[in-house]
T-cell receptor, first 115, second 115 residues
Framework: AQSVAQPEDQVNVAEGNPLTVKCTYS??????LFWYVQYPNRGLQFLLK??????LVKGSYGFEAEFNKSQTSFHLKKPSALVSDSALYFC?????????????FGKGTRLSVIA | SQTIHQWPATLVQPVGSPLSLECTVE??????LYWYRQAAGRGLQLLFY??????ISSEVPQNLSASRPQDRQFILSSKKLLLSDSGFYLC??????????????FGPGTRLTVL
């Protein structure tokens, strides 16, 4: 079975400070990992994904995520947070052996960037 | 480029009334299509997904049904709405016959309030 955990319901960061949104996963095979962002009353927007290769993945809006196989983690990071980064963030996983089945999503982490 | 549409954007319906939400995708053929519900601005619940016309997988037994009458059209329905059907409904698509690396792309969502 596949699962994703986002251990923090809420993350508060001061503008200009680095931010981290945590994600851990569980799959039987190798994982493909995704991050999405959702602004109020909007659909989810794709930020980035890890498939293979470099463990550090760069995505939209200056976000990046680091894949750590030994810790089964895929934390989302940004060096300098903006107030406009305030949103709901979702991590998702799919086992590489599961074909094109629906992604399994975490419960989401609400990021609040304070000016 | 591909575009996904959902309508209506918002809907207020009385308990016991029927429901029809529509999702269409442009710019691709034979996509995989998905319906999710999001309650209270938090986690996503996968309701249905479809890999082709007339092929629907139901993930959760409930008061809702889905149909795919055309290749790029996905409809969510109910014969009699319940208060618990209120929420934010999201449609998504991914490349059909793709692999486990494929990204899901989300529509703008429909806000349903059942009174």
């Amino acid at each position: 079975a596949q699962s994703v955990a986002q251990p923090e319901d809420q993350v508060n960061v001061a503008e200009g400070n680095p931010l981290t949104v945590k994600c851990t996963y569980s799959v039987s095979g190798n994982p493909y990992l995704f991050w999405y962002v959702q602004y109020p009353n909007r659909g989810l927007q794709f930020l980035l994904k890890y498939i293979t290769g470099d463990n550090l993945v760069k995505g939209s809006y200056g976000f990046e995520a680091e894949f750590n196989k030994s810790q089964t983690s895929f934390h989302l990071k940004k060096p300098s947070a903006l107030v406009s980064d305030s949103a709901l963030y979702f991590c998702a996983v799919r086992d590489m052996n599961s074909g094109n089945t629906p992604l399994v999503f975490g419960k989401g982490t609400r990021l609040s960037v304070i000016a | 480029s591909q575009t996904i549409h959902q309508w209506p954007a918002t809907l207020v319906q009385p308990v016991g009334s029927p429901l029809s939400l529509e999702c269409t995708v442009e710019g691709t053929s034979n996509p995989n299509l998905y319906w999710y519900r999001q309650a209270a601005g938090r986690g996503l619940q996968l309701l249905f997904y479809s890999v082709g016309i007339g092929q629907i997988s139901s993930e959760v037994p409930q008061n809702l049904s889905a149909s795919r009458p055309q290749d790029r059209q996905f409809i969510l329905s109910s014969k009699k709405l319940l208060l618990s059907d209120s929420g934010f409904y999201l449609c998504a698509w991914s490349v059909g016959a793709g692999g486990s690396t494929d990204t899901q792309y989300f529509g703008p969502g429909t806000r349903l309030t059942v009174l």
